[in-house]
């Protein structure tokens, strides 16, 4: 994909926040929103990351093992300007000024992949496999390096320069099995001090008798402390890997861990719960609105000027919050009581906790089991009426 002008850009996004948010503020992080449903978004595209993901793909295509005569031009252009040993892998750094006198479409694909695709392992095989040549951690005088002698004897990845007990070969073994000439030393010298010390020290631990997983030589990316080939990175893995590689907690997440003082609650089943137990688009968003915080009730409301209190709308004593309306309230409790009286001949309704209040019944070893989810799927029609009664007080228990 060629350059997207800014201005259909900016026009894709307000066209997704007026169908999202009907064109008012957005309530939720836009990262938040692309993210995938388990990890509390709504697989909104991201305008800016597709595009990239749609351009790095063509990467893929250029060193696949077809031959086509697209491919000429490119290849001639890398290898003037960035060398016969160009690879692009997770670490790319070089200065700009390099690639200025290139076509824009090529100079963008290099600029996205020197920005997004970065990544610091600590993993021995992952370190094994990094490039030498234009690594953003293997620097002198602050600048990525790629010193054409090394690579045109085959001394192009980290896995050259070190021995199987982790230590970096002496001068006179790396010269002699590459056939290195003498005026190659000093050069030699600098790449082993650039290499990180971290790395170093793993290497060496790792060598007490670890085993050393794949050590990949290609072009290649590292995801997860994974390595993946550069035939895999089709524009969806790549678009998962934008999406997913900065990864930011949603800021309700951190209001529910400080407020149950748990650090460990398990988000995955929390935000997949809804999906699990109805396929009701409203029902599923009403449960997100819970979770991310956004359902605006009379506390709210009060202070946008919206409504003449912040009191709950059946007890009329204290602040109507999520917290207050669906577990709190005398009037909410005494109807789940009911309800579980009503229910009790066919199954038991379990008493509502604070924090089955408001995420569900997630937390159980019957995650799976048909009555779990009926359970749970009466919970959240339970939730949703409770809301919508709030003007009528139709459920106000004398």
């Known amino acids: 994909m060629s350059n997207v002008p800014k201005s ?44 990239i993901s749609l351009r790095c793909s063509w990467v893929r295509k250029m060193y696949d093992n077809t031959c086509h005569d697209w491919k000429i031009i490119p290849s001639f252009l890398v290898k003037k300007y960035l060398g016969e040993n160009f690879q692009f892998h997770s670490n790319l750094h070089f200065r700009n000024s390099m690639i200025q006198n290139i076509p824009s479409f090529y100079k963008e694909i290099l600029k996205d992949w020197k920005q997004f695709f970065s990544s610091f392992t600590a993993i021995p095989s992952c370190i094994l496999s990094q490039h030498l040549w234009y690594n ?27 021995a199987s007990n982790g230590k970096v070969k002496t001068w006179r073994l790396l010269k002699n099995e590459f056939d290195l000439s003498n005026d190659m030393y000093f050069q030699w010298m ?12 793993k290497l060496l631990e790792n060598a007490s008798g670890n085993p050393i997983n794949i050590v990949f030589k290609e072009h290649h990316i590292i995801k997860n402390s994974r390595i993946v080939s550069l035939n895999k990175l089709i524009s969806k893995e790549i678009y998962n890997y934008l999406i997913t590689e900065k990864f930011d907690k949603p800021t309700s997440q951190k209001y529910f861990e400080n407020l149950f003082n748990d650090q460990n609650l398990k988000w995955e089943l929390i935000y997949t719960l809804p999906r699990k137990i109805t396929k009701d688009s409203y029902t599923r968003n009403f449960q997100y609105k819970i979770l991310n915080n956004i359902l605006y009730l009379n506390k709210k409301l009060y202070l946008f000027g919206k409504v003449e209190t912040p009191l709950c709308s059946y007890c009329m004593l204290y602040d109507e919050s999520i917290i207050h309306l669906f577990w709190n ?70």
């Open 190 to 201: 600098q790449i082993i001090n650039a290499i990180p010390k971290q790395w170093k020290e």
């Open 136 to 162: 953003r951690f293997i620097k002198v005088d602050n600048l990525g390096i790629c010193f054409s002698k090394f690579a045109a004897r085959n001394v192009n990845n980290v896995i050259d320069l070190f």
């Open 8 to 51: 259909i850009i900016e026009q894709l996004k307000r066209i997704q926040n007026e169908f999202l948010w009907n064109g008012s503020n957005p309530k939720i992080k836009y990262n938040t929103l692309s993210l995938d449903f388990k990890n509390g978004g709504l697989k909104n595209v991201d305008v800016d990351k597709k595009i």
């Open 329 to 398: 309230c005398v009037y909410v409790k005494n109807l789940w009581q009911q309800l579980q009286l009503y229910f009790n001949d066919d199954f038991k309704l379990p008493d509502l906790t604070l924090q089955t209040a408001i995420f569900g019944f997630w937390n159980s070893k019957d995650y799976d089991n048909e009555i779990f989810q009926l359970i749970n799927h009466l919970l959240l029609i339970f939730k949703i009426n409770i809301y919508k009664a709030r003007d009528k007080k139709s459920y106000r228990i004398k």
